[in-house]
């Protein structure tokens, strides 16, 4: 798009920083000049058209000299555009040495979130008045100390999440039929059957879906929404679907491996959420989110809270090998949780290369070459 409004000819592609989205149009004010910027809603990092940073900046200085000379960095990153290769500069603001790529064709700028914020503040969203910063969080503050669950600060990315309503949706019609009466026991995970010489395969997906009280369905439910609409959004429902039945599985075999044949049965979504949290954490490292401690509310980039979440899950899983686990954590099954989390971080990587590789040919396809074409 363009400063006044006018759409450039060529159609945007993917992100060229993290390449897990195609860039969005995004409708920006500043000093009273409308701008219509591409922004990626993965990693905020954002695409200006020529002229456009000019627009959202602050400062009078030319924006060529501001950015010295360019270079070609090892990788460079692809212009959004369909230009090829771009060139990365090097601007210093305020003491910081910040990187941007610029687009030798259409003079184009790319600005990752950090960049954005200290070369193009004008591009960002305005921030809300302090009276609704300070209710929404007091009142999140509230019910944070009551439930302890964590709160995302921004919502990264918003879409069809079908996948995850439907594992929301029949988690809680299963909960439902189960304390009306129903029996759901040949949907656990029972290690006895797994000593057998025919297993039952499907228990080691379908445990996922029963619960045993309304705490343990409305907290996996609540994590399941939360995280895993933005993963499902970013991966695509069928490769979510994928994803959450191989580690749902993983979490499975790896309960299967740690517990006595003769244990408990395994049932509840926990081993999908762990595998969602790891997703959450390659995709959206530093996306922000609410929570309380000791009466405190932090706001923690994701990769904290899933990091200091992780150790938890691989200490308590130790204790509980050990036996030295008593009460309701003995009843946790965090053998799951750690088998589930580690196949989330391996398959998550995997996930991206076929997202970056579907946006990027999506674009390929569309880029339909012109003798006009810049
Ligand atoms: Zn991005
Ligand atoms: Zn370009």
Not at 351 to 367: F, N, P
Request: net charge neutral; with cysteine.
């Amino acid at each position: 798009m363009g400063v006044d409004g006018t759409a450039d000819s060529t159609p945007i592609g993917p992100c060229p920083a993290c390449g897990l989205a195609r860039l969005e149009p995004r409708h920006v004010t500043s000093d009273g000049t409308a701008v219509a910027i591409d922004v990626c809603p993965v990693c905020e990092g954002a695409f200006f058209d020529a002229g456009e940073l000019d627009a959202v900046r602050s400062d009078d200085a030319p924006l060529e000299a501001l950015f010295g000379l360019p270079r070609i960095p090892r990788v460079p990153r692809l212009c959004p555009r369909g230009h090829g290769p771009m060139e990365e500069r090097r601007p210093q603001v305020a003491g910081i040495t910040c990187t941007a790529d610029v687009c030798r064709t259409c003079h184009g700028v790319f600005l990752d979130g950090r960049e954005r914020r200290l070369l193009a503040k004008g591009s960002l969203p305005p921030s809300p008045p302090i009276g609704q910063v300070v209710a929404r969080r007091s009142v999140l503050w509230i019910l944070q100390l009551l439930v302890h669950l964590p709160v995302e600060v921004r919502n990264p990315t918003r879409g069809r999440a079908w996948v995850v309503l439907s594992l929301v949706v029949s988690s809680l019609a299963l909960f439902v039929a189960r304390i009306e009466g129903v029996d759901l026991g040949h949907l656990a995970l029972d290690p006895a059957a797994f000593h057998t010489p025919s297993p039952p395969l499907p228990t080691l997906v379908t445990y996922a879906l029963v619960h045993g009280s309304w705490w343990h369905v409305l907290g996996n439910v609540y994590f399941l929404y939360t995280f895993g609409d933005n993963v499902e959004h970013v991966f695509g429902s069928r490769l979510f679907a994928l994803f959450a039945v191989l580690v749902t599985a993983a979490g499975a075999v790896a309960f299967l491996a740690t517990e006595p044949a003769d244990g408990a049965r395994l049932v509840g979504a926990s081993g999908l959420v762990a595998g969602i949290l790891a997703a959450y954490l390659w995709t959206f490292p530093r996306n922000r989110l609410f929570h309380v401690v000791l009466f405190v509310q932090f706001e923690l980039p994701a990769w904290i809270y899933v990091a200091l979440w992780a150790t938890f899950q691989v200490g308590m899983a130790f204790a509980a090998s050990e036996g030295s686990l008593a009460g309701a954590d003995a009843d946790v099954a965090w053998s799951v949780h750690v088998g589930s989390f580690v196949a989330g971080l391996v398959l998550t990587p995997l996930a991206h290369l076929r997202v970056r590789h579907r946006l990027a040919r999506a674009a390929a396809g569309a880029a339909t070459p012109s003798p006009t074409a810049r």
